[in-house]
T-cell receptor, first 110, second 111 residues
Framework: SQQGEEDPQALSIQEGENATMNCSYK?????LQWYRQNSGRGLVHLIL?????REKHSGRLRVTLDTSKKSSSLLITASRAADTASYFC??????????FGTGTRLQVFP | DAGVTQSPTHLIKTRGQHVTLRCSPI?????VSWYQQVLGQGPQFIFQ???????GRGNFPDRFSARQFPNYSSELNVNALLLGDSALYLC??????????FGPGTRLTVL
């Protein structure tokens, strides 16, 4: 079963715009990770945020975590056509068992 | 350093057959996890192995089994294949950090 859901399920934007994806989960967590997947290929790790962190940045990516609301958001600034992919959040609780959300399909038009 | 590698890339089997999928973790990583991703969904956890011992098992039938070798590579075996086993099978390895690094996956089609 999935841990939670990403919202929206699909998002279409123009190059240069910002993209925001949200993730909700159901149980306590140790870490939350965001992954990108291109066309059904392997998952590329983007960023990991720990349960005691509230915000983290990596290049054009900004992730927030609100453990009281059991939610996280991923912001991609100044999007590019190459950012077109599916984005998944995944949570773990002191194990290597990742529980994934349902994913957001992002389409960035040139 | 090479990332996680998986073989084969694609595989076509018929119902009732058996399949073996292989995974080599990143050098130095001792933990390997397997996931099944059905089209349109997020990956689902199948197994986790650490130092050749099973550390976790997801909600999959006994037709699914796995093992880890002394060099930390791993095999996932699926017996008596069903049409519903058609999916992308992903392997991930973990080192000292909590980050899981995924391989490119094996696309299994069951006819």
């Amino acid at each position: 079963s999935q841990q939670g859901e990403e919202d929206p399920q699909a998002l279409s934007i123009q190059e240069g715009e910002n993209a925001t994806m949200n993730c909700s989960y159901k149980t306590s967590i140790n870490n939350l990770q965001w992954y990108r997947q291109n066309s059904g290929r392997g998952l590329v790790h983007l960023i990991l945020i720990r349960s005691n962190e509230r915000e983290k940045h990596s290049g054009r990516l900004r992730v927030t975590l609100d453990t009281s609301k059991k939610s996280s958001s991923l912001l991609i600034t100044a999007s590019r056509a190459a950012d077109t992919a599916s984005y998944f959040c995944a949570t773990d609780l002191n194990t290597d068992k990742l529980i994934f959300g349902t994913g957001t399909r992002l389409q960035v038009f040139p | 350093d090479a990332g996680v590698t998986q073989s084969p890339t694609h595989l076509i089997k018929t119902r009732g057959q058996h399949v073996t999928l292989r995974c080599s973790p990143i050098s130095g990583h001792k933990s390997v996890s397997w996931y099944q991703q059905v089209l349109g969904q997020g990956p689902q956890f199948i197994f986790q192995y650490y130092e050749k011992e099973e550390r976790g098992r997801g909600n999959f039938p006994d037709r699914f089994s796995a093992r880890q070798f002394p060099n930390y590579s791993s095999e996932l075996n699926v017996n008596a294949l069903l049409l519903g086993d058609s999916a992308l099978y992903l392997c991930a390895s973990t080192g000292r950090s909590d980050t899981q690094y995924f391989g490119p996956g094996t696309r299994l089609t069951v006819l």
